[in-house]
Structures are given as structure tokens and as C-alpha cells.
């Protein structure tokens, strides 16, 4: 079954894009005439989620006033514009708007192009490979080689039976984290209600063996400064010429 929910994490204020987020969200600045959160939306819809929360803090009106333009998936607002919530504490807050069970989790600012057509896309064999009977979450990984505009640095290390660790120099399979997670929403029930990092469920999980890896087919694109932004537009080009 498809996972039909799921969550946005777009609060954050992308100073690192200034000067072009000193009146944008980030998650509005358009690569290849799209903003990048329709990339990220249309991928979730794509896989079958019909409702998606996404929290806003920075711009928070420009949010809302974009995203109550879509028709799929349905939008619900998680308002951050008191206090940012960091990327755990965004996400437990906006978790709290859906009716529970097993969810998809995406950055605003993290997507993917290039999927194969008429195969199963990523996140839904991500939702698939997710199992809460073995796992927390399953995390969504790509090679390095496989990305533009990240900073080098390796998450991970993937196991061949699936199991994510914390990458050290020399480890084997090295992965970055593509930002995207399949988890049963029940697993922050405990959380507390300031901000804090997802990572600490990160590595709760790793101490247990349930944190999990998915390789991403295509190519992951990320943009961290202004000038990421024709590099992101290129690899666009490369993958989608007749656009």
C-alpha cells in the first residue's frame, strides 16, 4: 500500500542563499522556472500522498499563498512563524496535524530528477521497502557522484543487508542522505515540544540496528548559495534537454 501522508520540512531561513532569501523563502526560489517545493511536491504526489503538512516560518504569508494554489497533494499548515522548531521539532509539531500511522518526510530544498519512466519511482519504493516491524525509518541514500551542489560529505555507510551507520573515513558503501524518510509517525510520539535535531532519532535508531537505506535511481540536487543555483539548472539540462 502507498503511503498517502506526509511531511514538509520548509521553515528554515536559507541564509546561506542570501541575498536572494532576503525576500524569498527559500523553498520558493524557482531552478528552471519551478520552485524548488513544487519539485519536491510533485514528487510526492507522483507516489500517491494526498496530504502533505508543511511547517513555515520565514515569508510565511508567500508560503501559504503558494501553496494554497495546488490542487494535489491537499496542503495542511504547520505555523512556525513564533518560533522555529529546528528539523525534529518541525517535524513532530507538523506530525500532530495528521491522523497517525506511516508517513513520507521531505526537505523543501532536496529533490531528485532523471527517475526512470513506467518503473516504480523513489518514493515509492522507498514507502514499499519500509518495514516498522524491522526499522524506524528508512532513510532514502544517493552516491555521491550522483549529486549536484553538495558539499562532499558522506552521511553514511550502507550495509549490504540495508542497515545505515555513521560514515567514518575508510568505511565501504559511503552515502549521502538524499532527505527523504518513511516512518510510522508513532516513533516521535515521544518528542519533546521545543525544537531539537532529527538527528538525535538518527542515531536512536542506529543504536538499535532500525535505521535503514534505499538507494535513490536518477540524480539528487541540492542548493546551498546563489551560485548553486545555474548548477542545479544545468544538471536540470542534462537530465531533461528537451526542457
Request: net charge negative.
Amino acid at each position: 500500500m502507498p503511503i498517502t501522508n506526509a511531511m514538509v520540512l520548509a521553515a528554515g531561513l536559507g541564509t546561506r542563499l542570501r541575498p536572494v532569501t532576503d525576500t524569498l523563502p527559500k523553498p520558493l526560489v524557482r531552478i528552471a522556472g519551478k520552485p524548488m517545493i513544487d519539485y519536491v511536491l510533485d514528487l510526492l504526489a507522483a507516489a500517491g500522498v494526498t496530504r502533505a503538512v508543511v511547517n513555515v516560518h520565514h515569508f510565511a504569508g508567500q508560503m501559504e499563498e503558494h501553496l494554497g494554489r495546488r490542487e494535489a497533494p491537499h496542503i495542511l499548515i504547520s505555523d512556525e512563524r513564533d518560533a522555529l522548531m529546528n528539523s525534529g521539532g518541525g517535524l513532530a509539531k507538523g506530525l500532530k496535524l495528521l491522523d497517525g500511522g506511516p508517513v513520507l518526510v521531505m526537505n523543501a530544498d532536496l529533490f531528485w530528477i532523471g527517475e526512470k519512466p513506467r518503473q516504480p519511482c523513489n518514493l515509492k519504493k522507498l514507502a514499499e521497502f519500509f518495514d516498522p516491524e524491522r526499522m524506524d525509518m528508512a532513510l532514502l541514500c544517493v552516491r555521491l557522484e550522483d549529486t549536484t551542489g553538495h558539499n562532499g560529505k558522506r552521511d553514511f555507510s550502507l550495509s549490504e543487508d540495508g542497515r545505515l551507520t555513521r560514515y567514518e573515513e575508510g568505511m565501504e558503501h559511503p552515502v549521502v542522505y538524499a532527505g527523504a524518510i518513511a516512518m510510522d509517525a508513532a516513533l516521535l510520539a515521544d518528542a519533546p515540544d521545543e525544537a531539537f535535531n532529527l538527528n538525535i532519532y538518527f542515531d536512536r535508531a542506529i543504536a538499535r540496528g532500525r535505521l535503514f537505506g534505499l538507494m535513490l535511481e536518477g540524480h539528487w540536487i541540492t542548493v546551498g548559495s546563489p551560485e548553486a543555483i545555474a548548477e542545479a539548472e544545468a544538471a536540470i539540462r542534462r537530465f531533461r534537454p528537451e526542457g
